[in-house]
């Protein structure tokens, strides 16, 4: 199965089933000499992982991260890092009714059609489960990203239709749908809990904000940084869309409104979202990614099964009504690990 590893220089490589024995990451490319404890990652891995409210999954997982190799008395050592997680709350009996049927919206058709083979239980490599080790290898990149001076900050814009209408950095982490308005929480953790009730589901808009990057990272043409950035967060299960500053407002823009204009204190605008030709400004980063709704509801829905069959399919399970709370740190993740890439390659080029 190709498709595993991420990166050039600095890389990660995720392995593991949602209801397999574990899920992990190999993470290679990693400074020397950095200080580094499961207790850092830690912190990434809790923010992920599933049972914090009633807008997430109930399943219980513990994602105690174990370093198996990498580190040698609290310090990387530039060896590969080797971190696993063990799987603890599995629950394989809820799919045994839908082992021959594919399920609306999840990769059971196009897994089949690629392997001959598919894993029924959860999606196995295709579960939101896999992004796990993602969050692992973001943290340790983000540790690196810490050195350089660099933040990467992503929340919940907007859920099931309804917006943030301000921006309280401080709020994100105190409310069940890491949202970045109060009061539009509330309004979005209610709408998550009805849609909940009736075993349905919705999307949302997450925005990524990344601060302290120096000019030039990026590798024109075909690696420029938000294309490497866009690659990263479609490779995400959930992600259905991407834009970069104004986005898609920009097709209503003109040139004289959307070009960033410059005097000697800077840029005087960053409708670009601090990328230009493919190469970062050193303004702030920033991005918006659609994330789908939750393709697991138990609402019936028409499918087929493996014979070709029509039939009526509820998917039972412990699933989240929306997945944007869940995938914020995700998609911080898959920022910090192109990041550290990009500087070690920018290190790599200036010799």
């Known amino acids: 199965m190709a498709g595993n590893t991420f990166g050039e220089i600095f890389k990660i490589t995720t392995f593991g089933e949602s209801h397999g024995a574990a899920v992990g990451v190999i993470v290679d490319g990693v ?3 950095v200080d580094l404890s499961e207790e850092y990652i830690q912190i990434q891995m809790n923010r992920r992982k599933p049972g914090q409210s009633a807008v997430t999954s109930p399943r219980k997982e513990y994602d105690i991260v174990h370093i198996l190799s990498g580190v040698f008395e609290g310090k990387t050592t530039g060896t590969p890092l080797f971190v696993i997680l063990h799987n603890h709350d599995m629950d394989p009996a809820a799919y045994s009714s839908i082992q021959h049927a594919f399920r609306p919206g999840h990769a059971d058709f196009t897994y089949l059609k690629k392997y001959g083979i598919r894993d ?29 001076g660099v933040q990467v900050l992503a929340y919940t814009k907007e859920i099931g239709g309804i917006a943030c ?64 950035l866009a690659k990263a967060m479609l490779s995400i299960g959930a992600v259905k869309g991407i834009e970069f500053g104004s986005g898609f407002s920009a097709a209503s823009m003109l040139g004289s409104e959307h070009n960033d204009e410059m005097s000697s204190a800077g840029f005087l605008s960053n409708h670009s979202g601090g990328i230009i030709g493919g190469i970062s400004t050193g303004q702030e980063i920033i991005f918006r990614v659609v994330v789908k709704p939750t393709s697991s509801i138990s609402v019936p829905q028409k499918t087929i099964n493996v014979r070709g069959e029509e039939q009526v399919i509820r998917t039972e399970g412990r699933h989240d009504p929306c997945i944007c709370p869940r995938i914020v740190p995700v998609i911080e993740a898959m920022a910090c690990l192109v990041l550290e890439d990009h500087y070690k390659r920018q290190t790599a080029m200036l010799g």
Do not use: W, Y
Request: with cysteine; proline share 4%.
């Open 31 to 33: 400074t020397p000499e």
């Open 120 to 148: 029924h239980r959860g999606s196995g490599r295709a579960s939101g489960r896999e992004t796990a080790g993602r969050v692992v290898g973001g943290a340790v990149a983000r540790k690196l990203l810490e050195r350089r």
């Open 165 to 228: 209408r301000l921006f309280e950095e401080q709020a994100i982490e105190k409310n069940a749908v890491r949202a970045c308005d109060p009061t539009a929480a509330a309004e979005m953790t209610k709408k998550v809990e009805q849609l909940a009730a009736v075993g349905d589901s919705c999307g949302g808009i997450v925005e990524c904000r990344i601060r302290g990057v120096i000019p030039g990272l990026g590798e024109p043409v075909f690696d420029k940084l938000d294309a490497e």
